[in-house]
């Protein structure tokens, strides 16, 4: 089965809004989210590879991770806010090639029943500008081809 992932722009605040559905329980998803050695099989765009430096996905932990692409490397790192299993992720999220531009991340695991999960994704930046800079980014591409990376692993952490 294919899923499609939806992202809509918010028209009072400047977000993003994601929902994908996963054919695996929210248990499943959670940890693909929050496990690194997982996370680092899918999270990306098919022409990157991904390396973590830390990720603890708790109250208070923090990540940072590379990208790579050929010689290039791009860098990410934010902190874990509200860790809760199987429910929810608040975290930010920062590229390091734009410091200045923080986003807060909320994540939301939603139960469909018969062993499926929505997930609900939301990103707020610091204006409608830099919303509008990462939508013109090509993160859709990046963001379905992580998704259906991970469609594939998805039975093998069940």
């Given at each position: 089965m294919t899923n499609d992932t939806t992202i809509e722009i918010d028209q009072r605040v400047p977000a993003l809004h994601m929902v994908r559905d996963f054919d695996a329980p929210p248990a499943a998803v959670f940890r693909a989210w929050s496990d690194p050695a997982i996370v680092v099989r899918w999270l990306g765009p098919v022409?990157?590879?991904?390396?973590?430096?830390?990720w603890d996905c708790s109250t208070g932990g923090a990540y940072r991770y590379v990208h790579r692409r050929g010689d290039?490397?791009?860098?990410?790192?934010?902190?874990?806010?509200?860790v809760r299993p199987g429910e929810l992720i608040v975290q930010t999220f920062t590229w390091e090639?734009?410091?200045?531009?923080?986003?807060?991340?909320?994540?939301?695991?939603e139960d469909l029943g018969g062993g499926g999960c929505r997930l609900h994704a939301?990103?707020?930046v610091e204006s409608f500008e830099a919303?509008?800079?990462w939508l013109a980014s090509g993160m859709e591409t990046g963001i379905e081809q992580g998704y259906a990376k991970l469609d594939a692993l998805i039975e093998g952490i069940n």
């Open positions: 022409d990157v590879t991904m390396e973590t430096e830390r290039d490397e791009f860098w990410f790192h934010g902190s874990f806010h509200d090639g734009m410091p200045d531009g923080v986003a807060l991340e909320t994540l939301t695991f939301q990103s707020l919303r509008d800079m």
